[in-house]
């Protein structure tokens, strides 16, 4: 029996994988997920970093012992090794539990702290496979990024809960004023002034990143100062760190109000939540557009997958 359910999923890892590949190198794009949870009795994400490959096994009740588990494991890998071309020294392997917001819990896998450097759209981001929540670089904002660079030129750009910093990365590369980055965990705006050095953009007065509690930081925005906001919440987080708790569904008027006051007439709001249930309350928001963008920012191998939601909103 298991071998037949092994049968169908490397005939369904050819299948997605031929297809993805081919939209992959006619966009010239090194960083894409292959598989999602396309079959139940295969729950891995899947995801190509250049010639490495990260995958992440979803827990769930599967029912087998330890000595099932791993042999069911072994056999899963060798088809993933075989059927994508990747050697087994290069797959980062996770076990992720479904949790709320896009930073599930992981268990660490190895010690070794594992870095390097990809590409997208010619600029350079630091990833890391083996020891952290994420990857360091979401790839489902892939096109939301390069919106972002394409009207950033001479624009003051502010990105809240910026984790890693790459929507600073790409205002930056689209010619922005000024950017700051802001986000509560030191590790992650370290990180994201180290995206910013690896691309060139250096500079305390035109790239500032802010250390903070956004929901609290928001207080403090000047009216009418920035040019364009991107703000992708998590879902719920009670941090230690943080006065109070954040939720997306509870909060999102009062954080969506808070930016809007610190845009100029104009300004433009990119905000994204990856609560699936996630409903926006446009009678409780005052501004001159409100459009959904979700599907616009879809990139291709995400089609069909996306569980996040993505808004624009004009002042």
Same mark, same amino acid.
């Given at each position: 029996?298991?071998?037949?359910?092994?049968?169908?999923?490397?005939?369904?890892?050819?299948? /997605?994988?031929?297809?993805?590949?081919?939209?992959?190198?006619?966009?010239?794009?090194?960083?894409?997920? /292959?598989?999602?949870?396309?079959?139940?009795?295969?729950?891995?994400?899947?995801?190509?970093?250049?010639?490495?490959?990260?995958?992440?096994?979803? #827990?769930?009740?599967?029912?087998?012992?330890?000595?099932?588990?791993?042999?069911?494991?072994?056999?899963?890998?060798?088809?993933?090794?075989?059927?994508? $071309?990747?050697?087994?020294?290069?797959?980062?392997?996770?076990?992720?539990?479904?949790?709320? $917001?896009?930073? =599930?819990?992981?268990? #660490?896998?190895?010690?070794?702290?594992?870095?390097? /450097?990809?590409?997208?759209?010619?600029? #350079?981001?630091?990833?890391?496979?083996?020891?952290?929540?994420?990857? @360091?670089?979401?790839?489902?904002?892939?096109?939301?990024?390069?919106?972002?660079?394409?009207?950033?030129? =001479?624009?003051?750009?502010?990105?809240?809960?910026?984790?890693?910093?790459?929507?600073? /990365?790409?205002?930056?590369?689209?010619?922005?004023?000024?950017?700051?980055?802001?986000?509560?965990?030191?590790?992650?705006?370290?990180?994201?002034?180290?995206?910013?050095?690896?691309? @060139?953009?250096?500079?305390?007065?035109?790239?500032?990143?802010?250390?903070?509690?956004?929901?609290?930081?928001?207080?403090?925005?000047?009216?009418? %100062?920035?040019?364009?906001?991107?703000?992708?919440?998590?879902? +719920?987080?009670?941090?230690?760190?943080?006065?109070?708790?954040?939720?997306?569904?509870?909060?999102?008027?009062?954080?969506?109000?808070?930016?809007?006051? $610190?845009?100029?007439? $104009?300004?433009?709001?990119?905000?994204?939540?990856?609560?699936?249930? +996630?409903?926006?309350?446009?009678?409780?928001?005052?501004?001159?557009?409100?459009?959904?963008?979700?599907?616009?920012?879809?990139?291709?191998?995400?089609?069909?997958?996306? +569980?996040?939601?993505?808004? %624009?909103?004009?002042?």
């Amino acid at each position: 029996m298991q071998a037949d359910k092994l049968i169908m999923f490397r005939n369904r890892l050819v299948k /997605v994988w031929r297809h993805l590949a081919r939209q992959a190198k006619r966009q010239a794009v090194s960083c894409y997920r /292959v598989y999602d949870h396309d079959l139940p009795e295969f729950p891995f994400c899947i995801e190509f970093y250049d010639d490495k490959l990260y995958v992440a096994e979803y #827990k769930r009740q599967h029912g087998m012992s330890e000595e099932e588990h791993d042999d069911w494991m072994e056999k899963s890998l060798l088809v993933i090794t075989e059927v994508l $071309g990747i050697p087994k020294e290069n797959i980062f392997l996770k076990l992720r539990q479904r949790k709320h $917001g896009r930073l =599930g819990q992981y268990q #660490k896998y190895g010690e070794v702290q594992h870095e390097f /450097v990809v590409e997208e759209n010619g600029l #350079k981001f630091i990833v890391n496979l083996s020891d952290y929540l994420d990857t @360091g670089l979401f790839l489902d904002h892939r096109i939301t990024r390069q919106m972002l660079r394409e009207k950033s030129n =001479g624009k003051r750009v502010l990105n809240l809960f910026a984790y890693t910093g790459s929507f600073s /990365v790409y205002a930056a590369a689209g010619g922005a004023e000024e950017v700051i980055t802001a986000d509560l965990s030191k590790t992650y705006l370290n990180w994201a002034e180290r995206n910013m050095q690896l691309n @060139g953009f250096t500079g305390a007065e035109k790239y500032r990143f802010v250390h903070a509690d956004v929901k609290q930081y928001l207080k403090t925005l000047p009216a009418d %100062y920035f040019d364009i906001i991107v703000m992708d919440p998590p879902t +719920f987080s009670n941090s230690k760190r943080m006065e109070d708790i954040l939720d997306i569904q509870r909060d999102h008027v009062t954080l969506i109000r808070q930016c809007m006051a $610190g845009l100029k007439a $104009g300004g433009v709001l990119y905000f994204s939540t990856n609560s699936r249930k +996630f409903e926006l309350e446009k009678e409780k928001i005052s501004a001159a557009t409100i459009k959904d963008i979700t599907k616009a920012t879809t990139p291709f191998d995400f089609e069909g997958k996306l +569980f996040r939601w993505c808004f %624009y909103l004009v002042k």
